[in-house]
């Protein structure tokens, strides 16, 4: 069974950072390209950005409200991808998804949630 | 960036009915549309990808068509369980916009 569970999420001041964890388990880690979606409260799904499988070169992208804040890494040995959230604002404010699949994602997390306050 | 509308945004029905939701894309983004179903407090679920391709485990009364600019998700049947927010999502160029998302409730 396909699991991915997140952690990391909790309440920080602006400017702050912060590193997301989704440990991975139920499939072929190294293989998968990731994903991180994220959801500010009442509001819509946002795509945040994408890391390739490793041997698909490891490319990272990132939407544009977070690009040069965020990176998305992966530790293939631990079946984990992070998000490390720097400069943080209260608009980053939302429940933080990791997502498999490189174009449609087929697995989600329970979600994280943070709170930029 | 490949921005996306949903229509309309919200809708009542009741058990039974046929259900179609329509999402469209500023630009032609061939089939690379994706549909997801979310539900209060928990994570989207995949129900549809490449526009008509089932997921698995997903129910066969949800369809999807289009191509192009301008999609469609059917629910064939209301059931009580799909009472939910649906959003479409783009995968043809990066970032991966979703639309705004359009919510089915109880009429």
């Known amino acids: 069974e396909v699991q991915l569970v997140e952690s990391g999420g909790g309440l920080v001041k602006p400017g702050g950072s912060l590193r997301l964890s989704c440990a991975a388990s139920g499939f072929t880690f190294s293989n998968a390209w990731m994903n991180w979606v994220r959801q500010a409260p009442g509001k819509g799904l946002e795509w945040v950005g994408r890391?390739?499988?490793?041997?698909?070169?490891?490319?990272?992208h990132y939407a544009a409200p977070v690009k040069g804040r965020f990176t998305i890494s992966r530790d293939d040995s631990q079946n984990t991808v992070y998000l490390q959230m720097n400069s943080l604002k209260t608009e980053d404010t939302a429940v933080y998804y990791c997502?498999?699949?490189?174009?449609?994602?087929?697995?989600w997390g329970q979600g994280t949630l943070v709170t930029v306050s | 960036d490949i921005q996306m509308t949903q229509s309309p945004s919200s809708l009542s029905a009741s058990v039974g009915d046929r259900v179609t939701i329509t999402c469209r894309a500023r630009?032609?983004?061939?089939?690379?549309l994706n549909w997801y179903q979310q539900k209060p407090g928990k994570a989207p679920k995949l129900l549809i990808h490449?526009?008509?391709s089932l997921q698995s485990g997903a129910p066969s009364r949800f369809s999807g068509s289009g191509s192009g600019t301008d999609f469609t998700l059917t629910i064939s049947s209301l059931q009580p369980e799909d009472f939910a927010t649906y959003y479409c999502?783009?995968?043809?160029?990066?970032?991966?916009?979703f639309g705004p998302g359009t919510n089915v409730d109880v009429k």
């Open positions: 999502q783009q995968n043809y160029s990066i970032p991966f916009i």
């Open positions: 890391i390739k499988s490793k041997v698909d070169g490891g490319t990272t």
């Open positions: 630009q032609s983004i061939s089939n690379y």
């Open positions: 490449a526009a008509s």
């Open positions: 997502a498999t699949g490189g174009y449609f994602h087929d697995f």
